[in-house]
């Protein structure tokens, strides 16, 4: 069921409203004048009703959100060690300035959402999240009201996926959008895209992290309530009116309409064998404790040991590595993984926490303190630089090695690897690895996770004392050990871009896997 608490990574688009004109010939001035006295109220009229609606929340004083507003510039300034890798000081001090001037009166937590959260989205790191209170999101799940769909985006084109709204003899699933109350869907993804960070400057995953209800969310968080919605389908002549609903309207209609009796998830490591030269191997998770709980070898390694040890048996000559999925997990998956398949290199030129602590005081409420790393972590596998930052040392725990040990039946075929803008953290990590070695043939989507690295690790969760907004800030910045092929703050991109049709999507087909498979054929 849906929920505004559920953080989806994947899609959303929004829009405004068409007006049509008809302009009148040979009008008498009198007439004029009464039509233009007309069109001025009507134009204030318009501006009112798109003025945005968040609900009946209570507001709070100006003085309290600049007070809030110099406690989220401190953490992020303070503590946030990746912070302005990709944005430059100034120009996030003057973004908060404007903000700053923006917060001219007092404001409900919504409104004031809408003006912090891009400034969180300036660290252009994916692993940097903003959360409402848990009492607000409780608040909006009952009473606010949404577009009653799910969404898909496949590349930049924006699909409804499943019908939730009043009207079930409507015929849209599957169908492309043109645009939403007069927007198209690229218009829309700008400005609401701007309420969550992603890695670097990678638009594709302002795109993929729209999938499902992820869409409607963001479009309230940006739109307010909204009575209804005009969307324009491609395949259809006309909009369509449709009537924004209650979370627990949509759910019951999506409930009623849709059966998972089909649904079968898959399995989060998948090992086949394709053909007499060719095997898959699914790595859709680094997580520990997912595997652990999930599959039958409860490990990676035991896994990937049982899996090349049958490639290696069967003489496999090409071989296919979906991260497609795989949004990462616990730190070093990424190198064992990679032992199978490379020489063992320093993967990181450093790991680093710009402080072990950091107290952040505005004067007026009590200080926040935030933390890194433990005594023995602290003293023992990092160092401390001059600058007062510290770096993780060369051999001790992780350390920056690629892998600790050189496995049995290495990989030296052709190897194929499946990305998309869900491939990120440990996941991206993997296949910066692959790239930056000249190791495989890249074919899907840009990677979610950065090429260059991420900061992520240690993450301290910053609640502001007068909103109360959550803000996840990482403190790790894992500098990555790679070849600069690639643009400055892009992921991985593939050497063939492949996107699924709706039709591929909605029938689980990997469009990507497919065409490895013709590749191979052709190459016979």
Not at 34 to 50: A, E, G, P
Not at 139 to 152: A, C, G, R, V, Y
Request: hydrophobic share 35%.
């Amino acid at each position: 069921p849906i929920n505004i608490c559920t953080r989806l990574k994947i899609l959303r688009i929004l829009s405004r409203t068409n007006h049509t004109q008809k302009r009148c010939s040979q009008l008498k001035k009198p007439l004029m004048n009464k039509i233009s006295i007309l069109l001025i109220i009507l134009t204030l009229s318009f501006k009112i009703s798109l003025s945005q609606n968040f609900g009946d929340f209570p507001n709070i004083e100006k003085q309290k959100l600049h007070n809030d507003l110099e406690i989220l510039y401190q953490g992020l300034n303070k503590f946030h060690t990746g912070m302005y890798w990709y944005t430059k000081k100034d120009s996030v001090d003057n973004a908060f300035k404007k903000v700053k001037a923006q917060v001219s009166k007092d404001m409900n937590v919504l409104e004031f959402h809408k003006l912090i959260a891009p400034l969180v989205a300036l660290s252009r790191e994916d692993h940097t999240d903003i959360y409402l209170p848990k009492s607000v999101k409780e608040k909006i799940n009952k009473e606010s009201t949404f577009i009653p769909l799910t969404f898909i985006f496949l590349g930049t084109k924006l699909y409804c996926f499943k019908n939730g709204s009043n009207y079930q003899e409507l015929k849209i699933e599957g169908k492309e959008i043109e645009s939403i109350n007069g927007e198209k869907p690229i218009d829309i993804v700008g400005k609401i895209g701007s309420l969550f960070a992603s890695d670097g400057f990678i638009k594709t995953v302002k795109y993929s992290d729209l999938k499902g209800f992820n869409f409607s969310k963001y479009y309230f968080y940006y739109y307010g309530n909204i009575k209804q919605v005009n969307i324009k389908f491609k395949e259809l002549d006309n909009p369509i009116v449709i009537k924004s609903l209650k979370i627990e309207n949509i759910n019951k209609h999506l409930r009623s309409r849709n059966s998972n009796k089909d649904d079968k998830e898959k399995d989060l490591l998948e090992f086949k064998i394709l053909n007499k030269t060719t095997a898959y191997l699914g790595l859709h998770s680094f997580s520990n404790s997912d595997i652990k709980k999930e599959t039958k070898e409860r490990s990676l390694s035991k896994f990937l040991e049982n899996s090349f040890e049958s490639i290696s048996n069967n003489n496999i000559t090409n071989l296919i590595i979906d991260v497609g999925e795989n949004g990462g997990g616990n730190e070093g998956n990424e190198g064992i993984v990679y032992s199978y398949l490379g020489d063992n290199y320093q993967k990181y030129k450093k790991v680093r926490a710009k402080t072990q602590k950091a107290v952040l005081d505005n004067g007026i409420d009590k200080p926040i303190k935030l933390k890194t790393f433990g005594f023995l972590e602290r003293t023992f596998v990092n160092k401390k630089m001059t600058d007062g930052s510290l770096e993780r040392r060369q051999w001790i725990g992780y350390g920056l090695m690629a892998y600790k040990k050189a496995p049995k039946n290495k990989f030296s075929g052709n190897l194929y690897v499946i990305i998309s803008p869900i491939t990120y953290s440990g996941g991206s990590e993997f296949s910066n690895m692959v790239y930056s070695n000249d190791r495989g043939t890249f074919v899907g989507q840009e990677t979610g996770g950065g090429y260059l690295g991420n900061t992520s690790g240690y993450s301290q969760e910053l609640t502001l004392p007068n909103s109360k907004i959550e803000i996840d800030i990482p403190a790790l910045q894992f500098v990555m050990n790679v070849e600069q092929k690639l643009p400055f703050g892009s992921g991985v991109i593939p050497d063939y871009k492949v996107i699924p049709t709706f039709e591929q999507y909605n029938s689980n087909v990997n469009a990507s896997l497919e065409y490895i498979l013709k590749q191979i054929e052709n190459e016979k």
